[in-house]
Structures are given as C-alpha cells and as structure tokens.
C-alpha cells in the first residue's frame, strides 16, 4: 500500500513540477515561497565555490586588467594624436582661406620656440632667408597682426610681437577713420597715439593697419580699443587696445613677401 502512494505521489509530482515551471510566473514561487526555500541553499553553496574561484583566477584576471588597461592607455593617445591632427586641420584651413583671400604673396611658417625671459614679446618660427624671409617683413595669422621679422637665419627666424615696446605701426579707426601710431607696452597691451583731444574714438572701436603704413598691407585686423584716456599732453588723447591674435597660443603664422 505504502509503495503504491509513493509511486502516485512520484508520478503527480513528475508531472505537476514541469508544470509549475512552464506555466507559473516566477512571481508566484517567490509568493508560495518556493524560491526562497531553494535560494538559502545554493548561496550557501555557492558563496564559498566563488571565494576559491576567485583565488584559482586571480592572476589569469589580473593580467588581463593590465593587457586592457595598456590597451585603453594606448587607444587614449591615439585619440589624443587625432584630436591634435583636427585642430590643426582646421588651423591650416583658416591659414589657407586666408591666404587665398588676399592678393600679396606669403609664406606660412611654424613656430618652434620662444624666449623664457621675453615670453611675449618674441618667437623663433622654421622659416628663414632660404625661404626667401627678410628683415622687416609682416607677420600675420588669420585673426589679424602679429609682428614683425627681427632677425634671419637660414632656415629660421625671429619675430618680435606687436606686444612689445619696440613694435610699431600705422593704425586707422575703422569707424571713424582716425588715423594714429600703435605701439606695444611692457604691460603686454597696445597703445593708439598721436591723436588729438577731438579724436573721434571710443571704446570697442576696431583698429586696422593703415594705408600710411609702409610695412603692413591696408586693413588688417589689429585689436580693439578697450580703454580712453587724456594723454599727458594735454592736447591728446590714448587709447589702450587689446590684440585681436592671442599671441600666447600661436603656432603658425603667416610672413608676408609683398605689400
């Protein structure tokens, strides 16, 4: 009697345990509690099986956290290298739309060093007299003036920056047509002088090279006046003026050959 009501209870459950699990949603195991029942088990199994696998694995793992982590370093460069190439495509675009938009002939030249004790006031570019550079010649990039060539050598060159004292050139108000002479400062600012106490200037008026210049072509960008002011002499006044090129970030730059 006993073996037959073992052998009903084996075939019900043969049967209804497929069932349960083909058709029961698993939210009903976890409410009959069936889930739970079987859950305690197997963690307590598995936990320390996972403990010593870990151990087992350790250093295959860990290598392959070293052979990955070189991996993204070496895919961090490659994407630095092509960032760099961009920006200097787009560089080289503006320097090439520049160029093509002006008449004079030109030269473009990259700058290899500065001078620590004059950051800002000069740059060394890898352009020289073998390029056909000279003395004097002006030096610009897309945004406007730059400098002046200072000193040649064969195959590279000094520019001194409009930045410094020494830096001089003819400038015109584009609005009101004032013309004066724009110098450099220690302080790493421009100055517009030579006007009279009537100059019709103002702040955030945009300064241009002049026609009076013998160095510069006619209407390139300079800065714009920031700052108006009574000179000492009474009968003037000077404009403070902010470059249009950021002369810290240069890279290349544009010498003109012909005016």
Known sequence: MWRKTFKKAAYIGIVAVPFLI???????????GLLDAVAGPVDAWQGPVFELKKLFYYRETYDEYVYFKRQNEVLKARLTALREDEEARKRYDKIRDFRNSQSYGSIVADVIGRDPSDWNASLIIDRGRAEGLKVGQPVVNPLGVVGRVFETGE???KVVLLSDPTFAVAAVDQRSRENGLLTGTLEGNLRFEYLTDKADVKVGDVLVTSGLSTAFPEGILIGRITNVSASA???????????????????????????
């Open 22 to 32: 083909l058709f029961f949603h698993p939210k009903n195991y976890r409410a009959a």
């Open 155 to 157: 195959h590279t060159a």
């Open 233 to 259: 002499n009474v009968h003037s006044v000077d404009c403070l003026v902010t470059p249009a090129v950021d002369l810290s970030q240069l890279e290349e730059v544009i010498i003109i050959k012909k005016t």
